[in-house]
Each structure stands twice: as structure tokens, then as C-alpha cells.
């Protein structure tokens, strides 16, 4: 009993993969589009991935303090140095370099905050806002990174170059190979609605059990089952899709699940904090179709053009994804990062999954991992 409950959490914590590929199949969600391209005046090639780097507990906390303590307008976000590891700041002025310094993290001053960067990509929501684009901040190139699928048509890139051009550095547009949309099918599973997912990680509000994962995924049942046409082991009881990409079930039994994620040799990584992704960090994605892949954040605070509607404030990855990865955890060591919503697909190991961030959801829901 005790093995088959573990396994049945466990399934829970690899990812969320609904049944049916949107836009693929007709049970399918709908497809999810994202493409960004190169500069306003030529198209860069997707360019082999870079291995990531850790993060530790003291980077999350100052990455996010620290841009709480800044501001939209004296800063651009934080990242990760490739090289050394460090965390840089951005920061627009001398005055917001030295709060920086003086808690012994690495300063650069850049052209443009937060606040001008989110306004290009206002821009771009009111007139390039294109089924197969997405866009995000980059804030180790100080730009908007847009990029653009291959759903994107003649006629709507030369829209959104033209757009672009007149955004001018603040952006820069890349074509990515394949097609954005919702990773719904294949592999373990949790079933709802004719539907196949799998949840991200597990969680709990006081002695309640409950999992997260992909809105998409719950928006299609209320009842999830470990097995197609088995007995239930949840209720649905939060769903937000499409502007944010999250949902929570509860389980309805009095078994307390393990909070922790598969790593499909036989072994499950324990999860016992969450923290918002930082660019130029190291990732895993755990799917129950592509299973355990490795990435690296390069865009935050990313807009995806799904077809069936826009999701905000997203997080950009080269990990590796496929049908049926929805709902998927993201995760570093025993961090919860995000709960995958879908990708263009993947080119050898240079991928494009995007994830949730998943303390997003958790302040929602009001529950915590363990």
C-alpha cells in the first residue's frame, strides 16, 4: 500500500501532462505559440544552449529583495554570471550601485530599468500581439528577447519587425524552430476529462494535501484520477488559464503524499523550498515524456501568445519538452522553480520550455511545498 501511495504522489510530482497535445487532437488544449525573433533588422539562428549555473539560497534571497528594494525604475532584474556564478544587479544609476555593493553583490548600470523594458513590451502586447510570439526580459543584455515560431507568417513578421524597429535596441527578435503550444499527452499520468496530465509538485495548507500544476490541465476536469477510468484521488479546486497557467487539486484521500519530484532512474529529488527562477541559472525539467532534461533560464517576466490566449509573467528555459511535459516540475536540487505550460519543442538539446513560476501559484492557493 505504502509503495503504491508513493508512487501514485510521485506521479503527481514529475509533471503535469495532460492527455491530449493541445492543437494536436481535438481533446487537445489549445495550442500554445511563442516565438521570438532576432534583431528588428535580421533573424538570429537558435544558438546551441549554455550550461546554467547553481543558484544558492542566498542568491534567491537577494535577487529578489534587492529588486523589491530597487524598483521597476532603478533596476532591470538580476542574473546569474555564467563564468563566475555571481549574481548582478542592474541598476541605472551610481546611487543604486553602491546600495548594491554595500551588500556585497556584484552592480552593473545599465540604459534601461525595468519600467522602460516593461513598456516596450506594452508596445508590443497593443500592436504585435501575434498567435506563435512571446517576449521577455533579459536582463544580462539589458533587452526584450522576442522571438517568433514557425506559425508566424510572412505578413505578421514584417508587423512585428516593424514594431521592433521602432522599440530600436530595447529588443531583439530570434525565430525558434517548431511550434508554441500547451504540452498535453503521454506518459505517467493523472486523468480528468478525458484528459492526461500530471501535477507538479505537491503541497499543503495547514494538514491538507493538495498538487499543483498546469492550468490548462485543470481547466478541462474537477475529478483526477492516478488511473484512466480509476477511482479519484483529487478535486479540483483552483484553476487559472489562460493570463496565468496554474491549478490545484485536492486529494481526497487522508494519506499524507511525499513532497518530493521523479527523476525517472529510480530515484525522486525531495522538495522543501520554492523560490522565483533567475536568468543564467541551471534547471531541471521533470516530464513524464521527455522525463528528467537540463536547461538554463535566459527571460523573465516573458508573455506567451497561446491561440486560445495570452499567459503574463512566465519564465523562459532551453530545457528540453514534449506532448504530455504540461504541468511539469521545474525545479533546482530541492527548489521548486515552476510548473511547465508548453515550449516550441525541442532541436537536439537546445529546447524552449516555459514555466509558471510557482510561487506565484502558492500565494494564491495560500499553501506551501514540504
Keep these: 500500500m505504502r509503495r503504491t501511495l508513493r508512487a501514485r504522489i510521485c506521479l503527481s510530482v514529475l509533471i503535469a501532462l495532460p492527455a491530449v497535445a493541445l492543437g ?32 544558492s539560497a542566498s542568491q534567491y534571497t537577494l535577487h529578489s529583495s534587492l529588486e523589491h528594494t530597487l524598483g521597476d525604475d532603478r533596476t532591470a532584474g538580476s542574473y546569474l554570471d555564467a563564468q563566475s556564478g555571481e549574481l548582478v544587479v542592474t541598476v541605472t544609476d551610481e546611487t543604486a550601485a553602491e546600495e548594491v555593493r554595500a551588500t556585497g553583490t556584484r552592480a552593473k548600470i545599465v540604459k534601461r ?11 508590443l502586447e497593443t500592436d504585435a500581439k501575434i498567435t506563435g510570439t512571446s517576449w521577455g526580459i533579459d536582463p544580462a543584455t539589458n533587452q526584450v528577447s522576442i522571438e517568433a515560431d514557425t506559425s508566424v507568417s510572412g505578413r505578421s513578421m514584417r508587423q512585428l519587425r516593424r514594431v521592433a524597429a521602432g522599440l530600436g535596441e530595447a529588443v531583439r527578435i530570434k525565430r525558434v524552430p517548431g511550434v508554441f503550444k500547451k504540452e498535453v499527452a503521454g506518459g505517467d499520468a493523472i486523468y480528468g476529462g478525458g484528459f492526461r496530465c500530471s501535477a507538479a509538485f505537491n503541497v499543503a495548507k495547514g494538514t491538507v494535501r493538495y498538487f499543483v500544476t498546469a492550468g490548462h490541465c485543470t481547466n478541462e476536469a474537477t475529478s483526477w484520477s492516478a488511473t484512466s477510468g480509476g477511482a479519484s484521488i483529487g478535486t479540483r479546486v483552483g484553476t487559472s488559464f489562460p493570463t496565468n497557467d496554474y491549478g490545484i487539486v485536492r486529494y481526497t484521500g487522508t ?29 531541471k525539467k521533470s516530464g513524464s515524456t521527455t522525463h528528467v532534461t537540463n536547461g538554463r533560464v535566459t527571460a523573465v517576466n516573458v508573455t506567451v501568445n497561446y491561440s486560445d490566449g495570452p499567459v503574463y509573467n512566465m519564465v523562459r528555459t532551453t530545457a528540453c519538452s514534449a506532448g504530455g511535459d504540461s504541468g511539469g516540475a521545474h525545479f533546482s536540487g530541492s527548489t521548486a522553480l515552476g510548473i511547465h505550460s508548453g515550449s516550441s519543442g525541442c532541436t537536439g538539446t537546445n529546447g524552449s520550455a516555459i514555466h509558471q513560476p510557482v510561487k506565484e501559484a502558492l500565494t494564491a492557493y495560500g499553501v506551501n511545498v514540504y
Design 113 to 123: 530599468s525595468t519600467a522602460g523594458l516593461r513598456s516596450a513590451m506594452g508596445t
Design 24 to 55: 494536436s487532437t481535438p481533446a487537445g488544449a489549445a495550442d500554445p505559440t511563442a516565438g521570438p525573433t532576432a534583431n528588428p533588422s535580421a533573424e538570429a539562428p537558435a544558438a546551441e544552449p549554455t550550461p546554467g549555473v547553481s543558484a
Design 255 to 283: 494519506a499524507w503524499p511525499a513532497g518530493n519530484v521523479n527523476l525517472y532512474n529510480g530515484s525522486y529529488q525531495d522538495i522543501t523550498s520554492a523560490a522565483d527562477a533567475i536568468v543564467g541559472q541551471a534547471l
